[in-house]
């Protein structure tokens, strides 16, 4: 079995920083990429910041603020994000896209974590 839990979410006032988790576990031989979707009420999902073997991109609603990490020792990866805004509310999900050890590709998703920005 190989799956992505986030987590890291929270309750938080504008200016203030979380740190998101997505950790990737299983039979894992490979992961390909790795990244963070957002979703608001109401709007579709939007990607966040992905991370893969050609470096990291981020939305331009987030440059400068939100930084993506990882630790590939854990298969893990890190949303660093400060100065948080009101519209930065959404459920965060990771994105993992991997091989097992059989050599099956998967496409995974977390099961959302909720970041709530409001004083």
């Known amino acids: 079995q190989v799956q992505v839990v986030e987590s890291g979410g929270g309750l938080v006032q504008p200016g203030w920083s979380l740190r998101l988790s997505c950790a990737a576990s299983g039979s894992i031989r490979r992961i390909h990429a790795m990244g963070w979707y957002r979703q608001a009420p109401g709007k579709q999902r939007e990607l966040v910041a992905a991370?893969?073997?050609?470096?990291?991109n981020y939305a331009d609603s987030v440059k400068g603020r939100f930084t993506l990490s990882r630790d590939n020792a854990r298969n893990t990866v890190y949303l660093q994000m400060n100065s948080l805004k009101p519209e930065d509310t959404a459920v965060y999900y990771c994105?993992?896209?991997?091989?097992?050890?059989?050599?099956?590709?998967?496409?995974?998703w977390g099961q959302g974590t909720q970041v709530t920005v409001s004083s």
């Open positions: 994105n993992a896209d991997l091989s097992s050890i059989d050599y099956v590709s998967y496409n995974l």
């Open positions: 991370l893969t073997s050609g470096g990291t």
